[in-house]
């Protein structure tokens, strides 16, 4: 079983930085890739990010690219996204997931670990 947990959620203005951090424990995957997706209320769970993490590819939806960076800290067993240029639609509950294997996948239903989720406000 693996454990999730998320931090570094808040309020920003428009136009700020935040930095999340999902921090893992427990038996992982030998082989594994990890992602942040994002949930606004009364929309569906969207891919954000994903890294994989012996290697350290990463992909990027397209709505972030640029503005945000996935990265990982092999040593602390931990993930971060930071987000730069924060606008209002990025406003949502931030998740971390796991999946095993290699495949950068955008699907959340390929993650088979999730956190608790944390959120992020942007205010105009």
């Keep these: 079983q693996v454990q999730l947990v998320e931090s570094g959620g808040g309020l920003v203005q428009a136009g700020g930085s ?10 992982t995957f030998s082989v594994y890739v990890m992602g942040w997706f994002r949930q606004a209320p009364g929309k569906e769970r969207e891919f954000v990010a ?5 290697g350290g590819s990463t992909y990027y ?4 690219k640029g ?9 602390k067993n931990t993930m971060y996204l930071q987000m730069n240029s924060l606008k ?3 406003t949502a509950v931030y998740y971390c997931a796991q999946r095993g294997g290699t495949y950068l996948s955008t ?5 088979a670990y999730w956190g ?3 959120q992020v406000t942007v205010s105009s």
Excluded: H, K, M
């Design 67 to 75: 503005r945000f960076t996935i990265s990982r800290d092999n040593a």
């Design 88 to 90: 209002p639609e990025d």
């Design 107 to 111: 699907d959340s239903r390929d993650y």
């Design 50 to 54: 994903a890294i994989r993490w012996s």
């Design 61 to 64: 939806a397209d709505s972030v």
């Design 116 to 118: 608790q989720g944390t």
């Design 18 to 27: 935040l930095r999340l951090s999902c921090a893992a424990s427990g038996r």
